[in-house]
């Protein structure tokens, strides 16, 4: 072809070479660790495995390099998963949205101050958005931050808030104008979890595991005001930064966390063929399509964005696809290692259980829908 | 990596397009107009994307399967009644196969519920279909030979419409004689070579199932934003806007699929290939007979009507999921690429 790009699905030089280096790098420094998603033992390690990923040049290469970043094209974050998923490596650890958020909107002293620590891993960080009376409709949340000197002091309840047990920040969206539209009255923080007035419970999931979701109580938790992100009543905007950098599958990770699950289950029936019948391996084959379709589709929205084509509400489409390939993986590891199982070993009905959150978190499968059908088909107000 | 169409090949979609658009079918009623298919047909025929898999030299085809899925993709939205996938693959196997590049219009006679290419070792086998037959004179078959098989010419009964209204079929008789090709250069066609045309044939498929998808989202959201019912369009009740961000999604879906298929048939191993191809076969058929259903579902009463373009959508696809298989066997060949089942005789 004569010009410089045609479908190509392959590696370029640059790109071969970093795999490989990664794969070589692997050999020695996989963990090990189960999966986050169906064993509480994954976040003793998670901070040695995001930090010895970032040490060795394999995490947050694609952002700028003054925030630890390597600036290197999207495509690598691809071949990060792959490669782990491939090895039988944790994935990456998901917080790219939170990074694409503080990038988006914060002041250059806020993101000097944070996002490096974010992004090397030293830091742990969970997401307060939602509260009990405030979840698809966020709008509605109730927290609020009131001025006092130099500091807000923030009052309120946030749920399924994840990994906030193990956090010392918290992302929190508050009112502090109660004067305004709603949507407009929003400020965000970076609120230091450990301190009085803050308090977390953990909230076990279905699966069992109890380090996905937390309670976390505000009275009276104290956040400087130099660390708002954005301006006062900017909260809104930034959450909406935010919720659509999470609804992509890119930016989680979460392609390669599907190609292990596959992988697994793959090499489980291969083992021993004979103990599975045809349903069970017509549910495994559609979890190799679903999966493979996802990655494919990663390549392709990535593509799409050298032609400067920016971030707008496809990430709706990709998260719905996400989900049905989480939930077709999960469909096959019911059906493979399903209800069947007895107490010490019930990680793939754990998978199971997991996935029926993915058309929950992030937004729902409705509300994405509803997306799709304004912002993309544009059809009619309802 | 860097998936996105070149500019030539965003130039091919276009004039493709704009010949659908002013040449093909636009309702029903169209279908019946002989004299705007015979235009259409001669346009198509003289832009020359059937030739698009004839060598240009050795075996090399003059364009890749992307460009043919670029092709068949317009011509599967727009509902396109003229020949492409039969002549296509009719090329693809001489080029294989080493033989000269037909003289006459010719496609491919597909036996087993059109699961793969006829063998004929005897006789034809009953059912035998020649797919994509309008115009054509004659069908490929294989015929098994010592290391494999070689390719053979039948003559077509009556070309006549089947499901799909678009692509008309034609019965081979039983009694039909096979008739080698006469081209002395050519070799048999090895168990690869028929997993490279099987990858390009499915990859075709996948492309001609997105453009279906494509055409049927785009009328049942037209439809959508005009049709009232309760005081306002049809399409600002939830439910529907559901039914039809589904039908967008899985369309997109398919997309990536079919782009990554199209791009395997020349570009992986002939294995590769046709396991990437099965993958998103398997994805394709599934989605089309969702969106097409969607989009009768969405019409209502006017959806189940003759006129209304939403089941011609819905047979085209249909058709398009029977060639080479669908869900089914080729969740097999995925599965036997895997090492798991024998993949039950598939290629
Ligand atoms: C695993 C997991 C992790 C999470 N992590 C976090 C986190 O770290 N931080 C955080 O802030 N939040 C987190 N959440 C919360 C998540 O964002 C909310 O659960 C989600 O936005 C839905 O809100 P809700 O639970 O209140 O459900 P509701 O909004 O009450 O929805 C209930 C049902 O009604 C439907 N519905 C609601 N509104 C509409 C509408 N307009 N049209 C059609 N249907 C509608 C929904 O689709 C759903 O099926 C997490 C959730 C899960 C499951």
Redesign the interface.
């Given at each position: 072809?004569?010009?410089?790009?045609?479908?190509?699905?392959?590696?370029?030089p640059d790109?071969r070479e970093f795999r490989l280096r990664l794969r070589a790098w692997l050999d020695e420094h996989n963990p090990g660790l189960p999966a986050s998603s169906t064993d509480d033992e994954y976040w003793a390690g998670q901070a040695a495995w995001h930090q010895s990923l970032f040490d060795s040049g394999f995490f947050g290469v694609t952002w700028p390099t003054d925030i630890g970043g390597q600036d290197l094209a999207s495509?690598y974050d691809?071949i990060v998963d792959e490669e782990l998923a491939g090895a039988g490596a944790p994935a990456r650890p998901s917080l790219g949205y939170l990074v694409e958020g503080i990038l988006e909107h914060a002041d250059d002293d806020v993101q000097a101050r944070f996002l490096p620590g974010i992004v090397n891993g030293r830091d742990r960080w969970c997401q307060g958005f939602s509260e009990p009376d405030a979840g698809s409709d966020l709008a509605a949340l109730r927290t609020r931050a009131d001025r006092d000197g130099d500091e807000y002091v923030v009052t309120g309840h946030k749920v399924w808030t994840s990994y906030s047990d193990d956090a010392e920040w918290c992302l929190v969206l508050a009112r502090t104008d109660h004067e305004v539209a709603r949507h407009k009255g929003i400020s965000a923080f970076a609120l230091p979890m450990r301190q009085p007035g803050v308090e977390q419970r953990p909230l076990p999931m279905i699966n069992g595991i109890t380090k996905e979701f937390g309670e976390v109580l505000f009275d009276g938790a104290r956040v400087p005001a130099a660390n708002m992100i954005g301006r006062p009543g900017e909260g809104w905007p930034l959450a909406m930064t935010i919720v659509s950098h999470e609804r992509e599958p890119h930016e989680l990770g979460f392609a390669g966390r599907y190609a292990k699950q596959v992988k697994d289950l793959?090499a489980g029936?291969?083992a021993d063929?004979g103990r599975f019948g045809a349903e069970q391996?017509?549910d495994?084959?559609?979890a190799?399509?679903?999966s493979?379709?996802?990655r494919?589709?990663v390549?392709?929205r990535?593509?799409?964005r050298?032609?400067g084509i920016v971030h707008g509400p496809?990430g709706s489409?990709d998260k719905?696809?996400m989900t049905w390939t989480e939930q077709a993986v999960g469909h096959a590891a019911l059906s493979i290692g399903g209800a069947r199982a007895t107490g010490s070993d019930d990680t793939l009905m754990k998978v199971y259980l997991y996935s029926r959150a993915q058309s929950v978190m992030g937004g729902t499968s409705?509300i994405?829908?509803?997306l799709?059908?304004?912002r993309?088909?544009?059809?009619?107000?309802? | 990596?860097?998936?996105?169409?070149?500019?030539?090949?965003l130039a091919l979609r276009d004039s493709v397009a704009q010949v659908v658009d002013r040449l093909g079918p636009h309702t029903v009623r169209d279908l019946d107009d002989t004299e705007r298919a015979a235009k259409f047909d001669a346009a198509v025929a003289a832009a020359g994307w059937r030739e698009l898999r004839v060598p240009v030299e050795g075996r090399v085809p003059l364009a890749s399967g992307?460009e043919a899925a670029v092709v068949a993709e317009e011509l599967g939205r727009g509902l396109a009644d003229t020949p492409f996938l039969g002549p296509t693959l009719a090329a693809d196997l001489r080029r294989l196969a080493g033989a000269p590049p037909a003289g006459t219009a010719e496609t491919v006679a597909f036996s087993r519920s059109l699961l793969a290419a006829a063998v004929v070792d005897g006789g034809v086998p009953p059912g035998t279909v020649a797919v994509d037959a309008r115009g054509a004179t004659c069908a490929l078959v294989l015929v098994p030979v010592v290391g494999g098989h070689a390719l053979a010419e039948v003559a077509l009964g009556l070309v006549a419409v089947g499901t799909d209204l678009t692509r008309p079929g034609a019965a081979i008789d039983p009694a039909a004689v096979a008739t080698p090709l006469d081209s002395p250069g050519s070799r048999p066609l090895a168990d690869d070579d028929l997993s490279a045309w099987t990858a390009l044939g499915l990859a075709l498929d996948c492309a001609d199932l997105v453009g279906t998808m494509r055409g049927a989202?785009g009328l049942a959201?037209g439809y959508?934003?005009d049709r009232r019912q309760f005081d306002?369009?049809i399409?600002?009740?939830?439910a529907?806007?559901?039914l039809?961000?589904?039908a967008?999604?899985v369309m997109?879906?398919?997309?990536?699929?079919a782009?990554?298929a199209?791009?395997?048939v020349d570009?992986l191993s002939p294995g590769d290939a046709l396991a990437a191809a099965a993958?998103?076969k398997?994805?394709c058929a599934r989605a089309a007979r969702t969106v097409c259903e969607t989009t009768i579902q969405v019409h209502g009463g006017t959806g189940n009507t003759w006129e209304c373009l939403a089941h011609v959508f819905l047979r085209r696809a249909l058709l398009s999921t029977d060639v080479l298989g669908g869900e089914g066997a080729n969740?097999?060949r995925?599965?036997a690429h895997?090492?798991?089942?024998g993949g039950r005789g598939l290629r």
């Open positions: 072809m004569g010009s410089a790009v045609a479908v190509d699905f392959a590696d370029a790109e495509v691809v793959v029936v291969c063929p391996v017509r495994l084959a559609w190799i399509v679903e493979e379709m996802l494919l589709h390549c392709r990535l593509s799409d050298l032609d496809e489409v719905l696809l409705q994405q829908r509803n799709v059908a304004s993309i088909l544009h059809l009619p107000a309802s | 990596m860097d998936v996105r169409l070149s500019s030539e090949q992307v989202v959201v959508a934003s306002r369009p399409g600002s009740f939830q529907v806007q559901h039809l961000a589904d967008h999604v997109d879906g398919s997309r990536s699929a782009r990554h199209a791009w395997a570009a993958a998103a398997a994805y969740l097999d995925v599965l895997h090492g798991i089942g």
